[in-house]
């Protein structure tokens, strides 16, 4: 199943092109059942897509859209497994993992949650983090592990979606029913306590974390938020009416680390701004181009940096610290001297 893919840029002023290495790549995304348009769009199965693309520093690309599969119940959040299947979520009890294949089958897993929706891959690899829209938080072990429910306290119990930022601290947004009272805070692991960070907050329906500026990007309502994370403090903010001049709400988004960002709103609509040489979302300078399509339900785009994308590859774990060798020489023969293995006889004159 294959769908025609139509560009439209939407305000690419020719002062801001600049010249810079081309970036390429493959966007993964998964479309709902359902229409999120005001109009009545005839229900379709969820799908698992993907497209290639080309930036070359004024304008981007699309390549033809492949099918992955196009007959799931549903499809939302989306990710790799560090073993290179791909992992959906459905806003139901299940998750569908799939190997990254045309016309791939898929295979359902439990979620350990009544609304599995969005998903974040630990930094170690071993945990695929799912969340509710809102809802609760449980942790699916990789490759082949089973998921474990996990209760939410603190100022949260529950929340809409997870990001792990540099050092591999996990902030998480929330909101009330409908997205309204949007709230950004930091969730402990261990104790799964969650605290509450940042001041007027807009966007409560999905994070990302950009390598780029060392930055959250937070998405919901009619707004990209740009946070640092060490402060909760918000850097910049980008309204939708800026980009897409369209009654529609922010749903996902990703960055490439270079400075790119990709993202989906409610009306079908995917748009790439470009923030590279501000290293601020919101930017005049930016360049920012709209990608509109016939797929009406796009919901969420896999990562392509970091936790979660395809090709990414987990850090191996700090091994002892290894003791110099003429220290653990001397200790040994410490040992022996003490036992009485080892005696010390005078040279004969």
């Known amino acids: ?59 981007v690309t699309l390549g033809e859209i492949q099918t992955i599969n196009d007959s799931l119940s549903e499809a939302e959040g989306i990710v790799f497994t560090p073993q290179g299947k791909l992992l959906i979520g459905t806003g139901g009890p299940s998750l569908y993992e799939l190997p990254n294949t045309i016309s791939a089958s898929a295979t359902s897993i439990n979620s350990g949650l009544s609304s599995a929706t969005h998903l974040a891959i630990s930094p170690d690899g071993n945990t695929a983090y799912v969340t509710g829209a809102p809802g609760g938080l449980s942790a699916l072990g990789l490759p082949n592990g089973s ?64 390598p780029f500026t060392n930055n959250l990007f937070l998405f919901g309502g009619q707004s990209i938020q740009q946070v640092d994370p060490a402060s909760g403090a918000i850097v910049s903010t980008l309204t939708l009416a ?28 995917l748009f790439f701004v470009d923030y590279s040489k501000s290293g601020k979302i919101n930017d005049a300078s930016n360049i920012t181009q709209g990608l509109f399509s016939n797929e009406f339900s796009l919901r969420d785009i896999a990562p392509l940096v970091g936790p979660g994308s395809l090709g990414f590859i987990a850090p191996e774990p700090p091994g002892p610290t290894p003791i110099p060798l003429p220290a653990a020489l001397w200790s040994g023969l410490s040992v022996l001297i003490g036992t009485g293995a080892v005696r010390w006889r005078r040279a004969k004159k």
Do not use: C
Request: cysteine-free; glycine content about 12%; aromatic content about 8%.
């Open 147 to 210: 998921a474990q429910t996990l209760s939410l306290s603190g100022d949260d119990t529950a929340i809409s979606s997870l990001a792990f930022a540099q050092g591999g601290a996990a902030f998480y947004v929330a909101s009330d029913a409908g997205g309204q009272n949007p709230h950004f805070g930091k969730l402990d692991l261990t104790t799964h306590t969650t605290t509450r960070l940042g001041g007027d907050i807009l966007s409560g329906e999905t994070l990302t974390y950009d």
């Open 242 to 269: 800026t980009i897409l001049n369209l009654p529609t709400e922010m749903h996902q988004g990703i960055t490439d680390g270079q400075g790119h960002l990709f993202a989906s709103a409610g009306n079908g609509s």
């Open 1 to 59: 199943m294959k769908s025609a893919l139509l560009l439209a840029v939407l305000a690419i002023p020719a002062s801001w092109a600049g010249a810079q290495a081309v970036t390429e790549g493959e966007l993964y995304y998964t479309t709902s059942s359902l229409s999120f348009l005001p109009t009545a769009e005839p229900q379709n199965p969820a799908t698992v897509k993907k497209v290639s693309y080309n930036y070359n520093g004024s304008i």
